[in-house]
C-alpha cells in the first residue's frame, strides 16, 4: 500500500479502547462528485477514493479494529457508463495484483463476498489469489463487496435453504437465525457494529441488509476521496457517544 503521510497512528487518548467497534462497514460515496469538483474526469476519483481506502484499513489496523468491510462494486453499478465500469474492473485488478505483497506483511486477511462468476476471468483470478495466499494471516478481516447486492445474498441464501429443505436434509422447523447467516456471503464475520456513509446520502443502497439489524449509523457531508483519519476518528467518537441498547430499556 503505497504510502501517505500518516497521522494519527496510534488510537486517538479521548477513544475508549474496549467501546471500539469490531467491525466496521463503509459505503464510499462521492468519489465522481470529488473528481467533478476538481475539474478532472470521474475515474480519477476512484484512482483517489482507493487511497482513502488503504488508508483507512491501515487505521483500523493500527487502532485495533477487528474487521473492516467495504462496499466496493454494487449489483446496480452494471448501470454506469460502460467505460467507467471497465475502468473499475481494471482498477480492482491492478490494485489487488500491487498490493498483495503489503497486505502480506500487514497480515491483512482479505475477502471477497458477492456475485464473482460475473466479474471479469482475469479478476477472478486475481481474487482467488488474494484470499488464498492471506487466508490464514491474523491481523484485520477486510472484506470487499464486488457485485454485491443485499437482496440478493438473501435470495441465494434462501434458495440454498429451499433446495436442502427439498432433499430432505433439514426441515422447516430447523430453520433459525444462525442457519440463515450460515448461508450468506458473509457467513463466519460478525455483523457490523458501526455503518460509515460518505457525501451526505441518507439510505443504505442495498448493503448488508440482514447485518446491518444493529448497526450505528454515521453519515458525514465528506466525500470518500477525503475521508481520512481525523474523519474516521470523529465517526469513532460519535459511536461511543451511542447508548446501544438493542431494543432493551
Known amino acids: 500500500m503505497t504510502a501517505k503521510p500518516i497521522v494519527l497512528q496510534d488510537l486517538p487518548p479521548d477513544l475508549e479502547r474496549e467501546r471500539l467497534p469490531r467491525h466496521v462497514a463503509v459505503i464510499m460515496d462521492g468519489n465522481g462528485r470529488w473528481a467533478k469538483r476538481q475539474g478532472l474526469p470521474r475515474v480519477m476519483g476512484h484512482k483517489r477514493g482507493v487511497d482513502a481506502l488503504k ?17 466496493a462494486f454494487s449489483t446496480e453499478n452494471w448501470g454506469r457508463p460502460l467505460e467507467e465500469v471497465d475502468f473499475l474492473m481494471a482498477l480492482f485488478e491492478r490494485v489487488l495484483r500491487k498490493e498483495l505483497r503489503e497486505m502480506m506483511q500487514e497480515n491483512v486477511q482479505i475477502r471477497f463476498v458477492g456475485n464473482l462468476n460475473a466479474l ?3 479478476l477472478q483470478a486475481e481474487i482467488e489469489r488474494s484470499m488464498a495466499d492471506t487466508q490464514n494471516n491474523p491481523g484485520i478481516r477486510f472484506t470487499v463487496a464486488t457485485n454485491y447486492g443485499g437482496r440478493q445474498e438473501i435470495l441465494h441464501a434462501c434458495r440454498a435453504i429451499a433446495q436442502q429443505v427439498q432433499q430432505g436434509l433439514i426441515q422447516p422447523e430447523q430453520i433459525d437465525e444462525a442457519l440463515f447467516e450460515s448461508h450468506l456471503y458473509t457467513a463466519g464475520i460478525c455483523d457490523p457494529d458501526l455503518l460509515i456513509r460518505t457525501s451526505g446520502e441518507m439510505r ?7 447485518q446491518m439489524a444493529y448497526a450505528e449509523m454515521y453519515i458525514t457531508e465528506t466525500l470518500w476521496p477525503d475521508f481520512d483519519r481525523a474523519e474516521f476518528h470523529r465517526a469513532l467518537t460519535a459511536y461511543q457517544q451511542r447508548d446501544r441498547r438493542f431494543g432493551k430499556v
Open 120 to 122: 471479469p476471468l482475469s
Open 55 to 71: 488508508d483507512l484499513l491501515r487505521c483500523c489496523n493500527d487502532w485495533g479494529i477487528k474487521a473492516l468491510t467495504a462496499y
Open 204 to 210: 443504505i443502497s442495498n448493503f448488508l441488509l440482514w
